[in-house]
């Protein structure tokens, strides 16, 4: 590991101007290309104090061993040469999108004298006309079968076309009127290279002439009486027609832009691009890359303008390039595109109408892209195996954490303070082994003293199973200690623990609580949650079980008892799993901490009836049609409701009665009461249609 104030250039030498710099290993193998408006100003930043900078950041200049620059006159030309470099020395610390697959485009090769229609994938080749990308090769070759009709453009192969010519008979498409034969003779080089333009003109979105001139001709031969051309003319519409129709209109005013879309975590983002050609989806594509430097949303959309447009002139940069975020400084990225293109490029964000909600679906197929990406990730076996060792020695473990446990709190500015526990086995969810809590020891804010009582009472409850069991042998003298409870008095059911599934029993059909512990405890946050984890294992005597905290500013490890936090390497799995862990927790404890806050607003009077469910609060809302009326009912009407007895009807009355009523609203304009409690509506009641959430976090509500 170099110390980068070893080859730190002297302020003096570096130029205040624009230009492209390079950091090279001891290998002089160049591993990062950055670009800057200020050479003097940018390479300053990566040689400050190593405990400012971003971890990324930081092993980028402890990698290299030497730092060199380019002087170039404007930020464009920066911008241009930074991505050649990037091109040429494929650095590692670079921002590299890879495709997730190899796209095929509908290419027509107009370099040859007799053009020919075709799907090819791979790197762009001049004088070959592009469209697409295409999600498919199937769907290129059927947009193909159907304008060959109208269009009858070669499609076969230098052989077949070589072959047809030396024997004089064109091959089956010839036969059918799909292809012009030139092979034969049939049409000259300059014929069928205008018929490769109109098809060209009508896959660039230029449909109206030839739809409008084919319907001309159709009319003509009609009333010529020549009905077999008419009705051939007819069919040829309806296949230009069905070919259009396979890329549906999504902006009306015939546009011609590129929508790009990121989604993106601490470690990976991925990138999805739509082309829009006439107002019509012609393409699609995407891209996942690694977050191997610290960048922002702008940053990765200016490495993803290079990566789209670096090889690209003319009319393949469209007018309009919409993006979630713009680089900084946005008008050298816009002049690049423009002298790409040879005239304006608008470069900006989606605000309203057609544009922002196509935007939006860009957006979730990023987003869709991403989780698929990282579910391919998380289930491939070789790669679960070497995280759960990366982890393990990372941490000083005696062997692979096989089950993870991840807490996380999460409250709203101190109210409806909720905690969750996922666990993950051998580098998967377990989802039937989520547990929710609430956190009942204090009122307020305290994450730290929240994360001391959730940690007890887990552990508490698998010393009290391990007991009954006969499996502990010191659990009295440490429940004793951590809660001042002989060992007899503690309880063994809590509905703030309930599992989520009844799978899991015991001999005598009862199910396990916590029975199971892990290897490995995560919670999410630093140096002071962790101690409060580790402080709770100490005082229930639980030494055999490791802590870790993944803080989520800088995605550093931290141990108990060390003041230094474990970094792991950028690109280890380890890393990425406890990440998957830690935000899964995260997720988990928001929606039951939102879950909560929902029901507490929509909390009525019904809810203070003790021993009354679900069931029965419906059934006297269906009977009565609102809170009100079953408020006027009698002991007796309430007794009239299936499910409810005369205690029951004497508990619902006494509540009823005890509640409060609200004040009337009333029209402020015409003085009038307003009664709002129309029947099977009521606000508040438990009739209100009530939120559920998916089938495994339903299952870890508490009850």
Not at 27 to 34: K, N, T
Not at 390 to 405: F, G, T
Not at 565 to 578: A, C, H, I, Q
Not at 612 to 620: D, F, H, P, V
């Amino acid at each position: 590991m170099a110390d980068p104030s070893s080859y730190r250039p002297k302020p003096g030498q570096i130029p205040d101007s624009p230009g492209v710099y390079r950091f090279r290993d001891e290998h002089r193998r160049v591993i990062y290309v950055g670009k800057a408006k200020s050479l003097r100003q940018r390479l300053a930043n990566y040689f400050q104090d190593l405990s400012g900078l971003h971890p990324r950041t930081r092993t980028m200049v402890t990698t290299a061993a030497s730092v060199e620059w380019t002087v170039v006159s404007t930020e464009v030309e920066a911008l241009q040469l930074e991505y050649s470099w990037i091109k040429e020395y494929d650095p590692r610390f670079n921002v590299k999108y890879r495709d997730d697959k190899s796209y095929p485009y509908l290419a027509v090769t107009m370099n040859e004298e007799f053009p020919r229609v075709q799907v090819m994938r791979g790197h762009k080749k001049k004088g070959v006309r592009y469209f697409g990308p295409y999600a498919h090769a199937w769907a290129i070759r059927d947009t193909v079968d159907l304008l060959l009709r109208v269009f009858p453009v070669r499609t076969c192969s230098a052989g077949v076309f070589k072959n047809a010519a030396r024997t004089g008979r064109p091959c089956l498409l010839g036969y059918i009127g799909k292809c012009s034969a030139p092979c034969v003779g049939r049409v000259s080089a300059e014929e069928h290279g205008e018929l490769s333009e109109e098809f060209c003109d009508f896959m660039a979105g230029r449909t109206g002439t030839y739809l409008r001139r084919l319907e001309k001709q159709m009319m003509e031969a009609a009333e010529e009486m020549e009905y077999e051309r008419a009705a051939r003319l007819r069919d040829d519409i309806e296949a230009l027609k069905k070919a259009m129709e396979k890329n549906a209109v999504v902006l009306a005013d015939a546009t011609d832009a590129d929508l790009i879309a990121v989604a993106e975590d601490e470690l990976e983002a991925a990138v999805q691009i739509f082309h829009v050609r006439g107002g019509r989806v012609r393409g699609q594509r995407g891209w996942v890359t690694d977050k191997v430097e610290d960048v922002t949303t702008g940053a990765l959309v200016e490495h993803a303008l290079q990566q789209l447009y670096g090889e690209e002139r003319g009319d393949s940069v469209p007018k309009e390039v919409l993006v979630p975020a713009l680089p900084e400084p946005v008008e050298p990225v816009q002049e690049w595109l423009t002298e790409r293109r040879g005239s304006n490029v608008s470069l900006r964000i989606p605000q309203r109408g057609d544009k922002k909600a196509l935007m939006e679906t860009v957006e979730r197929n990023a987003q869709q892209a991403l989780v698929l990406h990282k579910t391919r990730r998380a289930s491939d076996l070789t790669t679960r195996s070497r995280a759960l060792e990366e982890i393990a020695e990372a941490l000083d473990l005696d062997s692979a954490p096989l089950r993870i446990e991840c807490y996380d709190i999460s409250h709203l500015q101190g109210d409806d303070v909720v905690a969750s526990m996922v666990v993950f086995e051998d580098g998967l969810q377990r989802k039937s082994e989520y547990r929710r809590f609430q956190i009942k020891g204090f009122e307020g804010q305290d994450d730290v003293r929240s994360m001391h009582e959730v940690i007890t009472r887990r552990f508490r409850r698998y010393i009290a199973e391990k007991e009954r069991t006969g499996e502990w042998t010191d659990g009295e003298n440490a429940l004793a200690g951590a809660t001042g409870t002989p060992l007899a008095d503690v309880p063994l059911t809590d509905a703030t623990e309930a599992p989520l599934t009844s799978s899991l029993k015991d001999d005598d059909g009862r199910p396990k609580r916590f029975a199971y512990p892990p290897q490995l405890v995560v919670v999410d946050g630093g140096q002071p949650q962790v101690a409060a984890a580790k402080r709770a294992l100490d005082e229930l005597g639980i030494d055999d079980i490791a802590v870790c905290g993944l803080a989520k500013r800088l995605e550093e490890v931290w141990v108990p008892d060390d003041d230094d936090p474990v970094v792991l390497p950028r690109s280890s799995e380890g890393l990425y799993l406890l990440q998957r862990v830690r935000d899964e927790a995260h997720r988990f404890a928001i929606t039951y901490q939102r879950t909560k806050r929902a029901k507490r607003f929509r909390a009525g009077p019904l809810d203070e009836v003790p021993g009354l469910g679900e069931t029965r609060k419906q059934a006297l809302i269906k009977h009565f049609g609102s809170v009100k009326r079953l408020r006027a009912a009698t002991i007796e009407q309430i007794c009239e409701v299936p499910g409810i007895g005369r205690k029951t009807a004497e508990t619902i009355a006494v509540a009823l009665a005890r509640a409060a009523s609200p004040a009337p609203a009333v029209n402020t304009a015409t003085g009038e009461i307003i009664d709002d409690e129309e029947p099977g509506t009521t606000a508040g009641s438990p009739g209100d249609p009530v939120t559920t959430g998916a089938p495994e976090e339903r299952r870890g509500q508490e009850t």
